[in-house]
């Protein structure tokens, strides 16, 4: 690919892309081919460090899209910096807008803010397509808001190159596409069913409160079907095991999220089943004590729901397991809410301040 062309989609410079199609097409290529193949980006990354180190700032490249070193593409370059002038010309051009890159992810996945969103839905891009891994446009913008924003002030578009239609749409807000694909045109949300991925669960998985409540306010359900297996996915676990996820956490419990099946088998669980339930994942490794302020509060709303909380996983109760953590305060909390001391096989003893500690695991 012309590494002309693919300057002017990243920094916005209209005319060359214009000149660069024409040259294009006076070679003889079929265009709209040329315009809808992803090409390995390496050139135009170096292009920007070399600009980024003559203005003094060679470590501050803006990054808003995640696959430099691998496969782009032009339409792709364009919504992910707003620049929808030229976003129409490659369009009008013959370039498809459901073209992927090398993530096989559609330029609809990387539109910048609602109105770079707007111009490919209204050209007709599929706002429902999944790549190999069942991932939506709305599942990879939800990666894309989980990472913040990117100071696009660091590689300004050209000064004069009228690459956007308007200024605004230079804009940085993906959470307003998702916001868009969601409430306005309706974009699949996999509310009820999962088979390996789904737009909460991204939202989940990342971290991204502000995504996790449109989804949940759309209607997504926290403990969707696996299409699978028939059971329950409880999301609650996917929050779980991401350490500071606690704002999350909270907002599934109040959507409804679920503690445990709704049928648990009549024996012990292994480690890997024992994985897949809240119970197991109160503490996150290595917290400190601040977040063990708030794992504690996660986990009396949690420990309130469960049935039982004596079910035997990997070989001993939750409250052993805890107590060899060195969790004492998960261990009294599972104790106060009716776990056995000996089904866990612990002693528990008074500390000196009159709290009721577990302490001690035996042989």
Not at 26 to 47: D, M, R, W
Not at 58 to 70: R, S
Not at 120 to 149: Q, R
Request: with cysteine; proline share 4%; net charge negative.
């Amino acid at each position: 690919m012309p590494l002309a062309i693919q300057w002017a989609c990243w920094y916005g410079v209209l005319e060359t892309a214009k000149l660069s199609l024409l040259a294009l097409r006076k070679t003889g290529l079929i265009v709209e081919e040329k315009i809808s193949t992803p090409f390995n980006n390496k050139h135009l990354y170096e292009l920007r460090y070399q600009s980024a180190k003559r203005n003094g700032r060679p470590n501050e490249l803006a990054h808003g899209y995640v696959h430099w070193g691998a496969r782009s593409g032009l339409l792709h370059l364009a919504c992910v910096r707003g620049n929808t002038a030229v976003a129409e010309l490659l369009i009008h051009e013959g370039a498809l807008l459901d073209t992927v890159d090398g993530n096989w992810t559609t330029p609809l996945a990387h539109a910048l803010n609602e109105d770079v969103a707007k111009l490919l839905v209204e050209k007709g891009a599929d706002f429902n397509v999944t790549n190999y891994n069942e991932v939506t446009p709305l599942s990879n913008l939800i990666t894309l808001a989980s990472m913040g924003n990117q100071d696009w002030a660091k590689e300004p578009n050209m000064l004069q190159g009228e690459g956007a239609l308007k200024t605004s749409d230079t804009h940085h807000d993906f959470l307003g596409t998702i916001r868009y694909l969601i409430n306005d045109v309706n974009a699949d949300i996999s509310a009820q069913e999962i088979k390996n991925n789904s737009p909460l669960l991204k939202a989940v998985q990342t971290r991204c409160g502000e995504a996790v409540k449109l989804l949940l306010e759309a209607g997504a359900s926290p403990n969707p079907t696996d299409t699978k297996t028939g059971q329950r996915k409880l999301l609650l676990v996917d929050a779980m095991k991401r350490s500071e996820n606690h704002r999350v956490v909270k907002m599934l419990l109040e959507a409804g999220a679920e503690v445990e099946p709704s049928q648990m088998p009549e024996r012990d669980l292994t480690e890997d089943e024992g994985d897949e339930l809240p119970i197991m994942h109160l503490t996150n490794p290595n917290s400190n004590p601040w977040h063990a302020r708030y794992e504690y509060d996660i986990a009396q709303r949690i420990c309130k729901r469960i049935k039982n909380v004596d079910q035997v996983i990997d070989g001993h109760t939750a409250m052993w397991h805890y107590i060899r953590k060195g969790r004492q305060d998960i261990g009294i909390l599972l104790m106060q809410e009716g776990a056995s001391p000996k089904l866990a096989n612990v002693h528990v003893y008074p500390d000196t301040l009159g709290f009721v500690a577990a302490l001690e695991a035996l042989n």
